[in-house]
């Protein structure tokens, strides 16, 4: 059974840096694709990267140039890395695994394992 759980979240002014990890049991994060949502407040859960197995990464529109994914394959550890974070960005963090064919990457029905979410509040 694939587990997956966040640490890192916290409270950071806006314009500070933040970084979250994924720490995944019985699953590569080296030979398979990992992903970082986040769902605000009343609106639907939003892809925010993907990194997969060959290095390719793929960000939302919204985070291009701020955050970015990396992995530890030794200590089988995803992470997101968050700089230049905005108040907008404040909501839960999920990391996702699994993914199945037929599906955008930044689509979170691509994917069937998840974590419970880690919270990044942004506040001055």
């Known amino acids: 059974q694939v587990q997956l759980m966040e640490a890192g979240g916290g409270t950071v002014r806006p314009g500070g840096s933040l970084t979250l990890s994924c720490v995944v049991s019985n699953y590569s994060v080296r030979s398979n694709v990992m992903a970082w949502f986040r769902q605000p407040p009343g609106k639907e859960r939003e892809g925010v990267a993907t990194l997969h197995e060959i290095g390719a990464q793929i960000y939302a529109d919204s985070v291009k140039g701020r955050f970015s994914v990396s992995r530890d394959s030794d200590k089988n550890i995803f992470y997101l890395e968050m700089r230049s974070l905005k108040p907008e960005d404040a909501t839960v963090y999920s990391c996702?695994?699994?993914?199945?064919?037929?599906?955008?990457?930044?689509?979170?029905?691509?994917?069937?394992?998840w974590g419970e979410g880690a919270q990044v509040t942004v506040s001055s």
């Open positions: 996702a695994a699994g993914p199945r064919p037929g599906f955008a990457h930044l689509s979170p029905l691509r994917y069937k394992d």
